[in-house]
C-alpha cells in the first residue's frame, strides 16, 4: 500500500492543502477573553464527512444552547474545532494547537476510534480532559486516566451483535469481513468472534479488505463458496456500501450485518435500498425513541437544521458538550484536575442516548439499539440492554 | 469450480478498466515519450463530468447512458487539449524530466481543484445503466456492469487501432511518434496531431472513468490516485506505447489481484501489483509485448 510514488503523492497533496488553508477555526474568533474554550478535532471532510458533520452539528448545537442559557460558571462557551479530513496523522497535531495555542479546557473528538486513538496521548500528557462522543474501540480510554468516552465500547457492541446473530438472526456459520486498516473494525471483529464461539457458533471465513478499497468481488466471492449463514461487516459505510451492493451482485442472499459504522444516509445512496434489505446494524441511539430528553432533542436539532433528522453521532455528539457541561458545573471550576474528578463521577446523566454512567474505565455503559434498512428507510428492529 | 470462473470475471472485469486507462497512458508515450502523471485525474474529472451530466437524463436508460458517456468523452477531450496547450506545449523540447514534473503539477492541480470544487466528501454515483444479474447454473453470476466493461472496453480497443493504423491522422501519429523533426519535414503538423492525441487519450479516461464509478459506485477527487498508478503499471507490464500491450497488461495485472486476493492475501493486493512493476522492469524492461529497441545516441 504504501508504495513510493503514493506517499510522495500524498505528501505533496498535503502540502499544497496546507498552503490552501483547508483548515478551520470557528466560533467567535475573538471571543471575551474569560471564556471557556471548548476545542474539537473532527472529520468534517472525506472518507467519514458523514460521521463528522453530524457528530459536529450536534456538538455545535449543545455549545449554543449552552450559551443561550447563559453559559458555564457565568462565563460564555467559546467552541474551536479543526477538520483533520479523516486522514491519518492529522489530528495529534490539531489537539497540540488546540491545547497550547486556544487553551482549551477540554477536548472532544472523534467518531473514527483510529484517529481518537492519535489525540488522546497528546490530550493525555497535557493533562486536558478528552472526552469522545463515539470512538468505541477500548483502547482509546485505555490511553490514560484523561480521557473518556460518552458511547458503549466495542466489546459490548460485538456481544450484542453475537446474540443477536444466534438469536434473532438464527446464524450458526459466519464469515467475517474486516477492514485491516481501522482498529474499529479489527476490534469489532475480534469482539464479536470469542462470545460467537462461545455460544457454539461456527466461523466459516475470515476476510480482509483495506479501507478505500473499491473492488470486493474476490473476498466475497472466496466467502460466498463456503455458504455462511450470515456475514458481519464491521467497517464503515463508504466501504460497506459497496460490499453490500457487490455482494448482492454476486447472487449472495444471506443477511449481512455490522456496527454503529455503517449509520449514515450514504450507505443507502451507495448500496442502494434494494441491496440493502436484509441488513441490519447496532447503534446508539434511534430517533424514534420515546425518551422525552430524546424527544427534546430531536426537536431542537430538527429546528436548527432545517428538519434533518439526527442520527446516533449527532446524539453522541450532542451528548459529549452536554456531559462535559455537567462536570463543569459540578467542579465549579474548570482546573483540570478537578475537571477531570468530576468527569469521573458522573452518573446517571440523562442524555440524549440515554442514562450516562461513567464507569472505572471511563466508558459509558447505555443501552443499544439495532436498525434495519427497509425500502430505503433506516427502521427500529430492538434495544439491547447492557 | 464455479468460485474459480468466477474469480476469473471478477479479475476480467477489474483488468479491464485498468487496461482502459492503460490505453491513454499508452497513446501519449507511444507519441511522446512522456508520461502522463495528469491523466488518472482526466479519469477522475471524466467520473464527475458523468455524475454531473446524469441529472439530465433519466437514470437505468441505455440511451441516458450513451449521452452521458460521449458528453463525459467530450469534456474530458477538451480538457486534455487545454492541459496540453497550457501545461505540456511550452516545455517542448525541454528535457523529459521537466514534462514528467509539470504532469505532476498538472496531477496535483486537477486533484486540488477537484476538492476545492466537488469537496473531499465520497459521492454515490448514479446508475446509469440498466442493472441486471445474469446467473448461470452452479451459481455463476456476471452483471450487467461487467459485460459493460467488457463491451466497451473491446469497441474502444478496435477504435483505437483503426485510427492508429489505418487512418491519415493515426499515419500522421506514427511518423511523429517515429522522427518529429522529419515528421514535420514531410507536412505533418505536429501541434494538430499532438493535441489530437491528448483529446483521445482523455476521452479514453473519461470512459474509464465512467465504467470505474458505475461498477464501483462512490467517487471522490482522489479517486483517480490508485486505479491510475495501477493502470500505469499495467501499460509498463505490457509494454508501454504498445495498444494491444497495454490491454494484455491491465488484463493481466486485474487477474494477479484476483488471485492475491482469493488466495486469503488481500492486504498485500497493492503490493503485489507494485512488486509486478519492479519484476517487470528488471527482467523484461520492454513489457510482454514490447519490442527492443536500439538508443539513439
Known sequence: MNTAPVRILSLLVAGVALLAGCSKSGGGSEAAADAIVIGEFASLTGKEAAFGQSSHKGTQLAIEELNAAGGLLGKPVRYVYEDNRSTPGESATIAKKLISRDKIVALLGEVASGRSLEAAPIAQASKVPMISPSSTNPKVTETGDYIFRVCFTDPFQGKLLAEFARRTLKAQKIAIFSDVAAPYSVGLAQFFREPFLAGGGQIVAEQKYTGGDKDFKAQLTAIKSLKPDAIMVPGYYTDVGLIVAQARQLGITVPLFGGDGWEAPELIQIAGSEALQGTYYSTHFSPENTDPVAQKFVAAYRARYGGETPDAMAALGYDSAMVLADAIRRAGSTESAKLRDALAATSGYAGATGATTLDANRDASKPAVIITVKDGKFQYVETIAP | ?297
Open chain 2, 1 to 297: 469450480m464455479t468460485e474459480l470462473l468466477q474469480q476469473l470475471i471478477n479479475g476480467l472485469a477489474l483488468g479491464a478498466i485498468y487496461a482502459l486507462i492503460a490505453l491513454g497512458y499508452t497513446m501519449v508515450y507511444g507519441v511522446l515519450r512522456f508520461i502522463n502523471f495528469a491523466h488518472s485525474d482526466v479519469f477522475m474529472v471524466g467520473a464527475f463530468s458523468g455524475y454531473f451530466l446524469s441529472r439530465y437524463v433519466p437514470h437505468e436508460s441505455v440511451a441516458g447512458a450513451v449521452f452521458v458517456l460521449l458528453g463525459s468523452m467530450i469534456i474530458c477531450a477538451v480538457l486534455g487539449v487545454v492541459i496540453e496547450k497550457l501545461a505540456y506545449r511550452p516545455l517542448r523540447g525541454r528535457s523529459t524530466l521537466t514534462a514528467l514534473i509539470t504532469a505532476i503539477g498538472v496531477s496535483l492541480l486537477l486533484q486540488n481543484l477537484g476538492q476545492r470544487l466537488f469537496g473531499a466528501n465520497p459521492r454515490s454515483f448514479p446508475a446509469l445503466f440498466p442493472q441486471r444479474q445474469f446467473t448461470f447454473e452452479g451459481g455463476l453470476v456476471i452483471s450487467s456492469g461487467q459485460i459493460m466493461v467488457f463491451a466497451v472496453t473491446l469497441l474502444l480497443l478496435f477504435a483505437l487501432r483503426h485510427i492508429v493504423l489505418k487512418t491519415r491522422i493515426g499515419t500522421a501519429m506514427r511518423a511523429l511518434s517515429f522522427n518529429p523533426v522529419a515528421a514535420s519535414l514531410v507536412g505533418v503538423n505536429n501541434d494538430r496531431v499532438i493535441s489530437f492525441t491528448f483529446a483521445l487519450g482523455s476521452a479514453l479516461a473519461a470512459a474509464g472513468g465512467i465504467l470505474y464509478a458505475t461498477n464501483y459506485p462512490s467517487i471522490d477527487p482522489l479517486m483517480g490516485t490508485l486505479p491510475g498508478l495501477k493502470a500505469f503499471v499495467a501499460a509498463v507490464l505490457g509494454g508501454i506505447g504498445n495498444i494491444a500491450g497495454a490491454a494484455v497488461g491491465g488484463l493481466v495485472l486485474g487477474l494477479v489481484e484476483t488471485t492475491v486476493v482469493a488466495l486469503g492475501g488481500s492486504t498485500y493486493r497493492d503490493a503485489v501489483a507494485f512488486a509486478v512493476l519492479i519484476l517487470i522492469l528488471l527482467l523484461r524492461p520492454n513489457g510482454l509485448l514490447g519490442k527492443r529497441q536500439a538508443e539513439k545516441v
